[in-house]
């Protein structure tokens, strides 16, 4: 891959994982604040019950999303390694070039389309 795509594909994905990390964070001190609350007492002996039964529900909320944002965030450091060491848009099961087109729509693919169809048909027969 030309230098000047990898800083291109390099922006993008740096910048989604500034982006993840930003909301990751937000999230973060969330539910640290709601455990401050919770050692301390605070919430757990309040009055406001109906507050707690949705409280717990915006926390699981938040976990849910968290997690799946913590797994998209993997994806990206990974790219972003493989930016680094120079492995970057090279399909890892037949070791072509992954076309920009593809890494456009997906920056952390690792498989090239024809091999994603083989890997996909290959679970058909097996399912
Ligand atoms: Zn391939």
Do not use: W
């Not at 795509?5 to 993840?20: A, T, W």
């Not at 990751?24 to 507050?51: K, Q, R, W």
């Not at 699981?60 to 994806?75: I, M, N, P, T, V």
């Amino acid at each position: 891959m030309e230098q000047e795509d990898c800083e291109y594909f390099k922006k993008i994905l740096v910048d989604k994982r500034n982006e993840i990390r930003n909301d990751l964070g937000v999230l973060e001190s969330h539910s640290m604040n709601n455990t401050s609350a919770d050692s301390s007492g605070d919430l757990i002996y309040s009055d406001h019950m109906s507050d707690l039964g949705s409280a717990s529900m915006e926390r699981e909320k938040a976990f849910l999303f968290a997690s799946r944002d913590g797994a998209y965030l993997e994806q990206l450091e990974g790219a972003i390694q493989r930016i680094e060491e120079g492995t970057y848009g090279v399909c890892r099961v037949c070791q072509t070039e992954i076309s920009k087109a593809r890494l456009e729509a997906v920056p952390t693919t690792k498989i090239c389309v024809a091999c994603k169809e083989a890997e996909a048909a290959e679970k058909e027969k097996r399912a």
